[in-house]
């Protein structure tokens, strides 16, 4: 059986709770940053693919990699990430684009599927496939903002036991 540890000592409590709050705000900040770096890399596709059009789902590009991991009997981990390619058209000329951001470890459109792209007219060999690529920079900063405030919380002592 599992022996319980109970911290009574009032100046123990409020250390623990003041390096918890902090371990919390840090990880806030570190998801804040992340949200917002992403948000500027969506920001600056959205600045230069202005023109949209329909494409199609031609294939998806597959990934693998191995990573050591010891778990039970198995020394490695397989990960397999998909990149959706598709194909579009502009002034009579055909391009192909791929997308790393969609797929990941899945394929949620089916080959043949038609999607709407973003291309910059200027250049139009650059382009992406606008799906959730705001999801990321959102749930960053939400994420970050949250954890941030609950780790101020904690480090404050207004949020601790029994919810006092």
């Known amino acids: 059986m599992a022996k319980t540890i109970v911290i009574t000592d009032p100046v123990k409590i409020r250390r623990f709770m003041l390096i918890f709050g902090l371990v919390f705000i840090v990880g806030g900040i570190a998801a804040l940053v992340l ?15 202005t023109a949209t059009t329909a494409a199609t789902v031609t294939e998806y590009e597959t990934y693998t990699s ?37 797929g990941s470890n899945q394929k949620p459109y089916p080959v043949g599927t038609k999607i709407k792209i973003h ?38 002592g207004k949020l601790g036991r029994n919810g006092s």
């Open 66 to 102: 191995y990573r050591r991991k010891k778990t039970g009997t198995h020394s490695h981990k397989v990960d397999t990430n998909y990149s959706l390619v598709y194909e579009f058209e502009v002034g009579g000329e055909t391009y192909v684009g791929c997308d790393r951001d969609v």
């Open 35 to 49: 949200g917002i770096w992403s948000g500027l890399g969506t920001k600056e596709k959205n600045d230069k693919c």
């Open 119 to 156: 291309y910059d007219p200027k250049d139009p060999e650059n382009s992406y496939f606008y799906d959730t690529s705001n999801i990321k920079m959102y749930a960053g900063i939400g994420m970050g903002v949250l954890f941030m405030i609950i780790g101020a919380l904690l480090a404050s």
